[in-house]
């Protein structure tokens, strides 16, 4: 019980967004809070009442907790040596799950959870979702991985959470259980973080968890999950015409066949946005959720129709003599970039940076004879270099070095000079950003200024 942490020592690992927003709940309980991080200067943002600490390995004698940001993994020094000492180690949304819960602040009358994760589509879903229970009047808000931390949308009262958690926060949340949670997808991604494939699928299995459980039934993994999961009620997700206790497409309009006598039509294909499968698929599952939680059928439909996607995420950047710019950047990893290829015919593909673990190779087997060219960026480009000359040998391949003073206005003049009128140029890195840009928005936005020079000039 929270309550129990008055006037004890509390250990907060990570001074970011979500270590300090938890800091300050865990000083309005009256727990002795000391944050410690790597970096000096991010301790200088605490908030008042929380002491700071640089590169603590252990935790201080009576320590009765440790919150830990996501990004830190279990073999951490500081984390390993609070498992040692049978210290309890939790993230930020399981403490904001047990302020919500019996002993907590809330007292039990905290707000409804309604959770997305899987590989990719997590945030989309989630501002669909969100979009749909504002249209049906709830007190609404996107939190977590999307940007809130989940503590402060329950400490400022939302009655409605539409939670999106990554596979990180999942890991650290053992006792979180949503009203609805759901399981969009599941490919190769955090696999050094996770150790390995099966532990990455048992931490994102966590959602499944609570009363009602959503899954892409189109994804072997995902499908397998929610067979295996322990929630009362189930509900498929599938691009097909769906069965009872599903949702589906049927003759070109999104369907609930769970929460009715028959299917009842949601809203036409073409009104989703984000087009493509990717697109329909986050609208389905956003829907089960939502329905899930009483929304009505029209409510729903009104949702997705105010939805607009965030930016970085399939965007149309501009067309110049005859070749689309579509900024992808959001394609952390190669299951997302299967996705962003599949929408176009014809493409000169961006890619390039950290993969984290993954492979690129069913990737390239899958995309080979539609790629028009390719150019390389980023620290892990050797193994996309590597799996292009074994599978897409006759494919043109140009690399940014990684001193270049302005990498991707060089990759974008690089693509335009592959590309003929017709084309895509398409960044879909496939890998994550962070050994060139500060994320993958802002490498979205050095494609858009890097293709702005190139309309300036065509001009």
Known sequence: MLSALRGRPVLVAGAGVSGRSAASALVELGADVLVVDAAADRLAELPEGAEGAVGLTEPPPGTALVVTSPGWRPDAPLLRAAARAGIEVIGEPE??????????????????????????????????????????????????????????????GHRDLAVELSSFQLYWSPSVRP????????????????????GYLAAKARVL?????????????????????PAPRKVGATLGEPAPGQFGVLDD????????????????????????????????????????????????????????PDPHR???????????????????????????????????????????????????????????????MGADREVFRD???????????????????????????????????????????AAASLDQFAGYAARGRAFEEAVAGLSAVAR
Not at 211 to 225: I, M, Q, S, T, Y
Not at 278 to 283: I, P
């Open 95 to 156: 403490l904001a799950w047990r302020w919500s819960g019996p002993g907590g602040p809330a007292q039990g009358q905290g707000p409804r959870w309604l959770a997305v994760t899987g590989t990719n589509g997590k945030t989309t879903t989630v501002g669909m979702l969100t979009a749909m229970l504002r249209a049906a009047g709830r007190d609404a808000v996107a939190c977590g991985n999307i940007g809130m931390p989940v503590i402060d949308a329950v400490r400022a």
């Open 179 to 198: 009203d609805g949670g759901a399981l969009l997808n599941v490919a190769e991604d955090h696999l050094d973080w996770h150790g390995g494939m099966a």
């Open 209 to 229: 968890t609570g009363a009602v459980a959503v899954a892409g039934l189109d994804d072997p993994l995902a499908a397998g999950a929610l067979t295996e999961a």
């Open 253 to 308: 309009v999104l369907v609930d066949y769970a929460f009715g006598t028959g299917p009842l039509p949601l809203v036409g294909v073409p009104e989703v946005a984000p087009a493509g499968p990717s697109g329909r698929l986050d609208a389905l599952v956003a829907a089960a959720l939502a329905r899930s939680s009483g929304v009505t059928v029209d409510q729903v439909g009104a949702g997705l129709r105010s939805f607009r």
């Open 314 to 376: 399939g965007a149309v950047v501009a067309e110049i003599n005859g070749v689309r710019y579509v900024d992808d950047s959001k394609a952390t990893n190669p299951h997302a970039a299967d996705a962003a290829l599949a929408g176009h015919r014809r493409v000169v593909w961006i890619a390039g940076g950290q993969l984290k673990g993954a492979s690129v190779t069913d990737l390239i087997l899958r995309h080979a004879n539609k790629l028009v060219g390719v150019v390389l």
């Open 387 to 429: 799996a292009l000359l074994r599978h897409a040998p006759d494919v043109p391949t140009a690399e940014v070095s990684p001193g270049d003073h302005a990498p991707m206005t060089d990759a974008v003049r690089q693509a335009t000079a592959m590309a003929a009128p017709g084309d895509v140029v398409l960044l879909a890195p």
